[in-house]
């Protein structure tokens, strides 16, 4: 077996609530004379109460072999990105300590890597230098970076002056294409639109699999995690929950854990996501029949649509949204297009803003949690939202309301549990 090539023993972080700054060892000169003149005006509260303790991370433990792809899942704020800028160096455990072998491309928070004042040709020559590359390495590569991230136009204005998704696609690429033995990225990749994050998909695949390069990915995207990651990590208030190679189980139980937020029956666009020439979703949720919020967990006999909320740009006959429903096993149940009956019934769509829902049959599904995706395509022509690909997404909790028999009302074995007519027969004379 290889040696590893990440190896952390009992991490942990520690910072100090209401302290101003950013828990690194050091403070910008600005923060320095901010909390300076902060102090001339606050009112002295010393011996009244002590600056409160929060670990972020604990005990963490876990090693990586070469050419592992990992998924790292959890809450917001779980801990998941303070582990990957501790593995990047940008900040230094509490307690523990974390040995790498190799280069490490890290793809953060917005901002992370880049100089701002630098123009995207600058930076790219900048990060090869931080890599260790030589000039002429960095300049082999340099053609395929700005294919890849398609922003050539660009090239030379300083990159405070991207928008967000220029910013990640430049970002992305040059991490993915300088060669380095460990990449990792976060949930910033959804910033984009749909074809550029599956771009970044196949991108990570491929390095992966066919270049033995090593990758911690932090997603929310659970199709994504099953699909990329050999093996999953479980991060829940700063412990290490569990870690397989059996990524379906680890998202199984990360999905039944009922620690999922209160508000994954909602998606809401608050980050420009998944921009394209037909339509742009703003808001993706589950709701009762009046638009009201879905309280979960919900019961079978519930009345439940799936609303999805979106600018509507071009109107093409061949356009198709839809949704898929997954099961926690990650098995697909199956898919609902908003045209899937006869034509004179399809809901005539609008350009700008509109709402369109679609209703989930009632007494089919069994007791559970349920992953909905939206999918959208141009028949027979290109996908919009592929399956398997990052997309809006929320998840549907059902328990109880299964039937109206005494003898029936929990779960069921089985995918389905629905409630289907049963009649004594006579045959005919």
């Known amino acids: 077996m290889s040696d590893p090539i990440i190896l952390s023993q009992g991490v942990g972080k520690k910072y100090q609530l209401g ?5 690194m060892q050091y403070d910008t000169l600005r923060a320095t004379l901010t909390e300076g003149t902060q ?54 455990p509490t307690e523990g300590r974390v040995r790498i072998k190799g280069r490490i491309a890290g793809l953060l928070e917005i901002g992370t890597g880049f100089h701002p004042e630098l123009t995207g040709r600058e930076n790219i020559f900048l990060n090869g230098a931080i890599l260790g590359m030589t000039r002429a390495e960095i300049q082999r590569k340099f053609d395929e970076i700005v294919d890849f991230s398609e922003v050539e136009q660009f090239l030379d204005v300083p990159v405070k002056r991207f928008s967000s998704g220029m910013y990640v696609r430049l970002a992305f690429a040059v991490a993915a294409n300088l060669e380095p033995e460990i990449l990792l990225i976060d949930e ?10 599956k771009k970044c998909l196949g991108k990570m695949s491929e390095v992966s699999q066919r270049q033995g390069r090593t990758i911690l990915f932090v997603s929310h995207q659970m199709n994504a995690i099953e699909r990329l990651c050999s093996r999953a990590i479980w991060i829940d208030h700063g412990s290490l929950r569990m870690d397989s190679t059996d990524v379906r189980s680890v998202i199984r139980t990360y999905l039944s854990s009922g620690k999922l937020a209160p508000t994954r029956g909602e998606w809401r666009n608050n980050n420009n996501q998944f921009d394209n020439q037909w339509f742009q979703p703003q808001r993706f949720f589950l709701a009762d029949g009046h638009g ?22 071009t109107l093409d006959p061949a356009l198709m949204i839809g949704y898929s429903v997954y099961s926690e096993a990650g098995d697909l149940l199956y898919r609902s297009f908003h045209n899937d009956a006869k034509e004179e019934e399809w809901p005539r769509l609008k350009l700008g803003r509109g709402v369109l829902r679609g209703r989930i049959p009632s007494r089919l599904l069994n007791a559970g949690t349920y992953r909905l995706e939206l999918v959208g395509l141009l028949y027979f022509r290109q996908w919009i939202f592929e399956p398997g690909s990052p997309a809006p997404t929320v998840f549907l909790d059902l328990q109880g309301g299964l039937s109206d028999s005494p003898l029936r009302n929990g779960r069921r074995p089985g995918l389905l549990a629905p409630v289907l007519p049963w009649e004594l027969w006579t045959e005919p004379k």
Do not use: H
Request: glycine fraction near 10%.
């Open 19 to 23: 302290r101003a700054g950013t828990g």
């Open 188 to 197: 910033v990749l959804s910033i984009g639109d749909a074809a550029f994050q």
């Open 39 to 92: 102090q001339l005006f606050r009112r002295s509260r010393a011996g009244k109460k002590q600056k409160e303790e929060f670990w972020a991370l604990r005990d963490i433990n876990f090693s990586v072999i070469p050419g592992e792809v990992i998924g790292i899942i959890g809450l917001n704020g779980a801990g998941k990105s303070t582990l990957l800028k501790i593995l990047c160096r940008i900040t230094e």
């Open 292 to 313: 009201q919020p879905l309280e979960m967990p919900a019961k079978g006999d519930d009345e439940v649509w799936l609303y999805l909320e979106a600018d509507f740009k």
